[in-house]
């Protein structure tokens, strides 16, 4: 039975494998235009070495030109904001950092329509879909510090060799970032510190890895939940880590796990172009989401909208590893996770990862006067007043659980920016903004530096006319969430 049942297996393969390659030729007959596939090659003409070379060489080509695009974009400059750190410590970056057009102040060009704006091509360039650094090429690209903690803990290299990780560090999130879970409530609490220090951060300053997970975790998680941890923290073949001619490491990879992007469950800012959307260029780039709150959201995915977190890690599995296409998948090495005992272990466990501490907002997610700031409270008030911030972002959480169409596009005529077609981008979740100072960059593709950079993004695209008082009243009410 198992016999036959693997013969129909590996026929359905064939004829997956055939119609790609079928597919893929149809596209290009010869002498004529090559008409674009959704289809990527199967067989690799090139050999590895030349590949290797090849994309080697190219690289500092490429780096340079996404340096030049940041720099345009944005003030890089490392300044660290007063009396506000994420969770275990990193100073965040205050201040607006997107550039404005040449003469113009952020009040003028509030004052103008969206017409004004696109006709004159006064949209500031950072508020546009940033690109991958290598857009037409993507995949998934890591952070240096990362990188490095992975090697020394486990001896597997996340290095491609033909692409680096572009935003500078100050702008992502903390390393390691802590982890609370919703089991073992948060611990603010000193007294709670001294007699279980097991409680508040649970990774206890490290980056969890399949080397210390057991370490860590044994005795503080049920066994289903530990299965669930270590299926997260378990490499598995991935689109440019594999061991394949087709892939970016250098020496043949042991794969990628969630947490190389999820890192401790929140986030390192990894990033990857969305595997949904063809033609190539107007795939979206994507900054990795946070998973702390996972537990309170209903759609899963910037764009997706995948129901649940069970669905999200088998699609990530199966789908979003390989840019959406089976057939690859399937050449690379796709791990298929078992739904009742694989999927639900690690979905439970994602669960767990609860929002950081947010000291003064009370039980309904609104600040409590006697611990907020006059600053924090005027900015509340913006908030859920002219700013109009709660019509999406509710509270305790700071979602509505839907997605909105900002329609960004008002403000621009359609642009090649370095292979990305910066255009529409359709529907998009509203975010949680619970513990949103811990996770830059923003908005799904990381176009955005700080909180304040947000603040000028929304006053312009909702058209809400604030002051430049509450706009950094506003900032200061996020920066509390
Ligand atoms: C490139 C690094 C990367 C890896 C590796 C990765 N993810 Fe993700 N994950 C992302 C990005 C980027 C998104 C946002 C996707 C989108 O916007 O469509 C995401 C979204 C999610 C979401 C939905 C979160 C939300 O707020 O909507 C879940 C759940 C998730 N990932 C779980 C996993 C699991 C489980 C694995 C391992 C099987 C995994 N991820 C591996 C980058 C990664
Ligand atoms: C019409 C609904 C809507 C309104 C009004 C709105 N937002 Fe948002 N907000 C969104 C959506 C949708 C996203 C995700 C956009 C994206 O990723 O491209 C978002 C993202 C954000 C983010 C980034 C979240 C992240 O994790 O990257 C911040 C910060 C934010 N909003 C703050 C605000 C502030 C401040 C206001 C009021 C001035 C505001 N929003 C008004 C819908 C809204």
Redesign the pocket.
């Known amino acids: 039975m198992t016999g036959k049942l693997r013969k129909i297996g590996w026929i359905t393969l064939l004829t997956i494998f055939g119609a790609g390659l079928v597919l893929g030729m149809a596209s290009s007959p010869e002498g004529k235009e090559k008409k674009p596939s959704s289809y990527a090659p199967v067989v690799i003409k090139e050999d590895f070495a030349t590949i290797l070379t090849r994309m080697k060489a190219a690289k500092p080509g490429i780096m340079k030109r996404q340096q030049e695009l940041l720099t345009m974009r944005y003030d890089l400059s490392n300044r660290p904001a007063q009396g506000v750190t994420m969770s275990r410590g990193k100073a965040v970056q205050e201040g607006v950092r997107v550039k404005l057009p040449a003469g113009m102040t952020w009040e003028q060009l509030a004052a103008l329509t969206p017409e004004q704006i696109k006709e004159k091509d006064l949209f500031p360039a950072g508020f546009l879909p940033l690109p991958h650094p290598n857009h037409p090429e993507g995949g998934m690209l890591f952070p240096k510090f990362h990188i490095n903690e992975i090697k020394k803990q486990t001896g597997r290299d996340l290095t491609r060799f033909d692409l680096d990780f572009d935003l500078p560090d100050q702008f992502l999130p903390e390393f390691p970032p802590p982890i609370y879970l919703t089991t073992r409530p948060d611990l603010g609490d000193a007294i709670y510190l001294t007699t279980r220090p097991d409680l508040g951060d649970a990774s206890k300053g490290q980056l969890v890895t399949i080397m210390n997970h057991q370490d860590l975790f044994n005795g503080i998680l049920n066994p289903k939940q530990l299965e669930g941890l270590r299926l997260l923290v378990t490499p598995f073949m991935q689109q440019q880590f594999n061991q394949t001619d087709d892939r970016r490491s250098e020496l043949p990879s042991q794969g990628v796990s969630c947490f190389d992007c999820h890192a401790n469950g929140h986030t390192n800012a990894a990033t990857h172009l969305v595997g949904d959307i063809r033609p190539q260029e107007f795939r979206h780039r994507i900054?990795t989401?946070?998973l702390r709150g996972v537990n309170i959201q209903r759609l899963f995915g910037?764009q997706r909208a995948l129901k649940s977190v069970e669905d999200f890690t088998e699609f990530e599995q199966r789908a979003a590893y390989f840019d959406g296409d089976p057939v690859i998948a399937t050449k690379k090495g796709v791990n298929i996770l078992e739904r009742g005992s694989q999927v639900h272990f690690m979905a439970e466990f994602q669960a767990l990862l609860d929002f950081p501490p947010a000291p003064k907002l009370d039980l309904f997610g609104r600040l409590d006067p006697k611990k907020a700031t006059g600053e924090e409270l005027r900015g509340q008030d913006?908030?859920f007043g002219k700013?109009?911030?709660a019509?999406?972002?509710v509270p305790p959480y700071y979602t509505?659980n839907l997605?909105?169409n900002?329609k960004a596009e008002r403000f621009f005529k359609p642009k090649m920016v370095n292979g990305r077609m910066a255009s529409a981008?359709g529907?998009?979740?509203?975010?949680?903004?619970r513990g949103?100072k811990d996770?830059p960059?923003?908005?799904?593709?990381?176009r955005?530096l700080t909180?304040e950079d947000?603040?000028e993004?929304?006053?312009l695209v909702?058209g809400?006319k604030?002051s430049a008082q509450e706009k950094k009243d506003?900032t200061a009410f996020?920066r509390a969430l």
């Not at 529907?427 to 903004?433: D, N, Q, R, S």
């Not at 960059?441 to 990381?446: C, F, I, Q, S």
């Open positions: 900054d989401p946070t910037s913006v908030f700013g109009r911030c019509a999406c972002h509505d997605m909105h900002l981008d529907p998009i979740k509203t975010f949680p903004l949103i996770s960059p923003y908005l799904h593709d990381g955005l909180l947000t603040v993004f929304f006053n909702t809400t604030l506003l996020m």
